[in-house]
């Protein structure tokens, strides 16, 4: 069954028209192909800067995220070391080798456990409350409107005979 369809006589500049007949017969499709895809496109918000609108959107949110954590890891060293600075004594001079050697020690010690924490998925920021980016509905809307616009080639009621 063929898709009732209206016949519209809109006006265009000429180059524009020049232009829009170049492009259908460089693609091999009709003039009405082209400019109901367009159509369908301009009204539907599925237009490639609709799209790009979006994305920047959830990447500005990725960003500000990104940035909290950051601030967050600034913080807490901040705290760590105005900690380790009140409450580690002066050493004196004749123990500092000691010291030195104790303290490269502990730091292997850190490194060996931070890699332990790192690999086994356990992070500090993970315990923290998180923005949604982008929930399943953004995402499931945005997936099927840009698979529900037409592929370019294909005539939309399956004649390409109309100009």
């Known amino acids: 069954m063929r898709n009732e369809r ?8 000429a180059p524009l028209a020049r232009q829009l007949a170049a492009y259908s017969a460089a693609m091999g499709t009709t003039t009405s192909f082209v400019v109901q895809a367009a159509l369908r496109q301009y009204l ?25 954590d950051l601030e967050i890891h600034m913080e807490a060293f901040a705290v760590y070391v105005k900690l380790w600075f009140a409450h580690t004594p002066q050493i004196p001079d004749n123990a500092k080798d000691s010291a030195r050697r104790e303290a490269e020690s502990r730091f292997v010690q850190f490194q060996e456990y931070l890699v332990e924490q790192f690999q086994g998925g356990c992070r500090f920021v993970d315990d923290l409350p998180r923005e949604v980016i982008a929930d399943e509905a953004e995402l499931s809307k945005m997936a099927s409107e840009a698979s529900a616009a037409p592929a370019g080639g294909e005539a939309p009621s399956g004649t390409r005979d109309e100009e």
Request: glycine letters at 4%; proline letters at 3%.
């Open 6 to 13: 209206v016949r519209l006589q809109p006006y265009v500049d």
């Open 44 to 68: 539907d918000r599925t237009d490639d800067k609709t799209l790009l609108l979006g994305q920047l959107a959830r990447l500005r949110r990725a960003c500000d995220r990104t940035q909290r």
